[in-house]
């Protein structure tokens, strides 16, 4: 039955109304343990753990033994500590004192111990036996298989973050819960184990196995905690008196000296500029070749998914090294935000993540300045400003009731705007006045818990501004401000007129903008005049004001460099003159004007055309970060526009608009040219989507030769040249990229071939793709993008829906309770109709958990106003591009 748009609409704001999505908080104080929000009860303390386990990666249990030195804060005779998914054998106190009776509670994930009398205040020492399990999917301990040579080979690994030490043994799993660790791991023989600390002494355990002892951790959170063991090989640096190990599976560790090298180079910069020395005596980067997809900063023991890590320059194309720097600057830095110190519950996620993901790009400034970080990366800003104007939104700061809406919180309002209002921050503040207040707190608050009230304690003591004022608009309350400017002349002086508002995209059917509280906002407004090296001005801006801004008629940009989070709507004499000046502004300010043009589109604030007559002013040499832009903006108009009447004409204009980029940098380039490159397979990748049959051809003919000589398609091509070809593969296409993935042991290569399979068109292909999702054969950490790529680049959203929802156990089972919660919600956002959005809100195992129910209102809301964005835009934009012919290449 197809629901109409109003009803869709009121879905979302059903669930949003129903509490389901938090609102601005209040003023939080500095930390204190008491107050700090969490499950478990503040009455029992615990300061060490003396852990013992035994994997069996045969039959995927672990047996285990911990002994816990825990300080009773008032007389108790039960305990109440997290246990997920285990069996406790026994468990007892002072060296078998009292022994407790066991309730294990799955659905709060803890384990209440009961002693027949009160343990007294003070200190005791806790006893429990337990086994728990080794899983498929990364939450605890889980398994990778691998192919080598000598067959498949099995490791193990740990994921804890949110809150999943849980998992593999009894813990208060808590961030302000600190403590130390001291584990003993039993391992086949052949295995290297690795954890937070240096290995202390390894002893024979038996004939094939052997006992590891690792140093004691410094106080930290639970989730911290690491365990990597298998047949693993390390190559170490020494810096600054720190050893530097890349860990990898046999035979790949020569593929970890560039993310080696780095790593040493960063962990200088870090030690000054935070101002204190990174404190353990060693730092591990873990390749593992499967499990998941991404990084974790493990104190002491980084854990990447292995093609996130390693390089090969005979298969990855040279722009890798900026991905590799990237994700270790980000988790490196989290070796002092979060680990050293850490929030002290996951309403402060963003103390981590922001702060992590904004000093990644400084790092990249300060050591490969050619890169542009911040010109290329802009898009990172955009995608939080996308989700922070919508009625779904929650402040940086926002309420996290449960582990499962932790889960919903690493999101890119909690990263990227986090790290966007920093970088505002530091530029309003000053380089060495924020750089001093971040090195004060971080020496007062080592080893300990913090709130952002602490930081910005911190920052005001250094800076003596009101940091706390102001920054308490953008980390309290949701939402993205609006700057509506406009001149006007006077005297012949020219006056800017400032004015805020919100900015909001709210489809007509749900309210409009209008139907969303106000908010007001501390915010600095750079602004200066076109060609200017740096902003003349930069006010701070409470609601409105009046600004002298040089001689009548000449063009002045808003949000000059684009360092600020708000928009900026031109009125339209100031408006005119920015539209003419596009080719006379900084890359930084082209991006980001024409990034806003496109925003005030879909929130139905400006007409389509007025965004397609910047696009068509572009020179054709433009920058990268320009072109990038645009290539967002017309894939997701390509892709909203399936089965509409008016793709025909969107696809055939934006291949007359991209082509002649493509034929500026060409195929074949200068390899160590990373903008070329990047911006090549950019562009490669889109114009085959978009059906381009030269593109296509070369694309063919190029992988035809690849089959017959390898070395004969470049490094830098192989992404691009797979991903075409693998759109329009036939059966033979089709089988030559599966042999491929099987034949190769590098994660990079069987990812780029396992995907070309998902973008396959063919629906019997993509039939046999998504039945490989299930088979064991890719790794699970792309399970999820496999299937999403069969909805997108293979355009088959509701095949793709249909295979999951006939093996949902299946997938649960396999990719854990994630696969439901998170997935489910964002796979159905490929989706842009009322019908689909109607099934996902009945659709009850997608809202098990609060954090289901959260990720469930925010893709509902998604749906509303891509249904909006293309029944208002695509038509004007058809309408447009009639008016407006242009040659085809």
């Known amino acids: 039955m197809r629901v109409s748009v109003p009803i869709l609409c009121r879905v979302a704001v059903a669930l949003v109304l129903a509490g389901l999505v938090t609102t601005a908080a209040s003023a939080e104080p500095i930390f204190a343990f008491d107050r700090t929000p969490g499950k478990l009860p503040k009455s029992v303390i615990p300061h060490h753990y003396a852990i013992e386990l035994v994997p069996d990666l045969t039959q995927l249990t672990v047996t285990g033994a911990e002994t816990v030195d825990v300080e009773l804060r008032e007389p108790a005779a039960r305990l109440t500590l997290n246990a997920a998914n285990m069996t406790i054998a026994e468990a007892s106190v002072d060296n078998g004192a009292q022994r407790a009776e066991i309730t294990l509670d799955a659905g709060t994930e ?35 298989d691998y192919p080598t ?86 190559q170490t640096v020494q810096a600054g008196g720190v050893t530097v190990g890349v860990v990898t599976t046999r035979g790949k560790s020569d593929k970890g000296r560039i993310a080696l090298d780095n790593a040493a180079k960063l962990l200088a910069y870090y030690n000054d500029y935070f101002g ?55 988790e490196m830095a989290h070796q002092w935000f979060g680990d050293l110190v850490t929030m002290g519950w996951w309403d402060d996620l963003w103390l981590n993540e922001g702060f992590a993901s904004w000093m990644q790009e400084k790092a990249a400034e300060h050591f490969y300045p050619e890169w542009k970080t911040w010109l290329n990366g802009y898009g ?38 986090g790290q966007a209002f920093i970088r505002m921050l530091e530029g309003f503040l000053g380089e060495t006045a924020f750089r001093d207040g971040i090195r004060n707190y971080m020496a007062e608050h080592a080893y300990r818990n913090t709130t952002t009230a602490d ?32 001149t006007s002349c006077s005297g012949g002086k020219q006056q800017l007129s400032l004015r805020q508002q919100r900015f909001a995209i709210v489809p007509a059917s749900a309210g409009g903008a209008d139907s969303l509280p106000q908010r007001r906002w501390q915010l600095p407004v750079a602004i200066g005049p076109i060609g200017a090296p740096k902003a003349s001005q930069t006010p701070l801006l409470d609601g409105s004001a009046e600004i002298t801004t040089g001689a009548c008629g000449e063009p002045i940009k808003v949000n000059f460099g684009d360092l600020g989070y708000y928009r900026v709507a031109y009125g339209p004499a100031a408006g005119a003159l920015i539209s003419k000046s596009l080719a006379a502004m900084a890359p930084e300010d082209r991006v980001n004007v024409l990034a806003d043009r496109w925003a005030l589109v879909t929130a139905g604030r400006a007409e389509a055309s007025s965004y397609l007559a910047l696009v068509s002013e572009l020179d054709n040499g433009d920058r990268r970060a320009v072109w990038d832009q645009v290539i967002s903006t017309f894939s997701n108009l390509n892709r909203l526009s399936l089965d509409r009447p008016e793709r025909g004409a969107l696809r055939a204009y934006a291949r007359s ?80 990229l599966l042999t491929l993935a099987r034949n190769t042991e590098a994660t990079n290569e069987r990812l780029r071939y396992f995907y070309a399979l998902a973008a396959a068109r063919d629906p019997a292909l993509a039939r046999e793709t998504l039945a490989l999702t299930l088979s064991g054969e890719p790794p699970v950490s792309i399970v999820d993008g496999m299937i999403n790529s069969v909805a997108s680049s293979g355009e088959q959203p509701a095949l793709a829906w249909d295979f999951v929802q006939k093996n949902l156990d299946a997938f649960v089972a396999k990719q854990g309770p994630d696969f439901r919660d998170l997935f489910i919600p964002n796979f159905m956002t490929t989706f842009s109709d009322a019908a689909h959005a109607d099934e996902l809100a009945r659709f ?29 835009a695509l038509p004007a934009i058809a309408a447009w591009i009639a008016d407006h012919p242009r040659p085809q290449p």
């Open 844 to 872: 009850m195992p997608a809202q098990a958990t609060s954090g289901g129910r959260v990720m469930t209102a925010r893709a509902l809301e998604t749906i509303a106003i891509s249904v909006d964005l293309k029944d208002h």
């Open 455 to 486: 930081l910005w304690k911190a920052l005001e003591g250094a800076a003596r501004k009101p940091v706390a004022r102001i920054a308490a608009s953008f980390t309290e309350q949701e939402g993205v401000p609006l700057i509506v400017a406009e």
């Open 276 to 330: 204190t020395r990174y404190p353990l005596p060693k730092l591990d980067l873990i390749a593992v070749p499967g499990g998941f997809g991404g990084a974790m900063e493990n104190w002491g023991g980084i854990t990447f998914f292995e093609s996130r890590l390693l390089f090969d320059p005979a298969s990855n194309p040279e722009t890798a090294r900026r991905g590799i720097f990237a994700i270790l600057a980000h």
């Open 657 to 736: 608009i991209l082509r002649p980029v493509l034929a500026r940098v060409g195929w074949d380039g200068n390899s160590s040219d990373d903008e070329a490159s990047l911006l090549r397979t950019s562009l490669i990748n889109l114009l085959g989507e978009l059906g381009d049959t030269d593109v296509i051809a070369e694309a063919k003919r190029r992988f035809a030769s690849f089959l017959q000589d390898p070395a004969s398609l470049a490094p830098g091509l192989r992404d691009p040249v797979t991903h075409v070809v693998g759109l329009t593969a036939d059966r033979e296409t089709y089988e030559a």
């Open 149 to 234: 040579g000598q067959g498949v080979k099995r490791m193990i690994s740990s994921q804890l973050e949110p809150a999943d030490a849980r998992r593999i043994f009894p813990c208060w799993d808590e961030p302000a819960f600190k403590a130390t660790f001291a584990l003993t791991v039993t391992v086949p023989r052949a295995f290297m184990a690795v954890g937070n600390m240096p290995p202390e002494r390894e002893e024979a355990a038996g004939p094939d196995l052997k006992r590891v002892t690792f140093a004691t951790t410094p106080r930290m959170s639970s989730y911290l905690f690491v365990l990597v063991a298998g047949e693993l090989e390390r």
């Open 110 to 144: 803890t384990a209440t111990l009961g002693f027949p009398k009160p343990l007294a205040v003070g200190l005791h020492k806790l006893r429990i036996v337990f086994a728990s399990h080794i899983n498929s999917f990364a939450r605890g301990l889980f398994y990778a």
């Open 380 to 417: 990172q800003k955009q995608f939080a400003m996308a989700l922070d104007a919508r009625r779904t939104s929650h402040p940086i700061q926002q309420k996290v009731a449960d582990e499962s809406e932790a889960q919903t919180a690493f999101d890119g309002i909690t990263y990227n705007k």
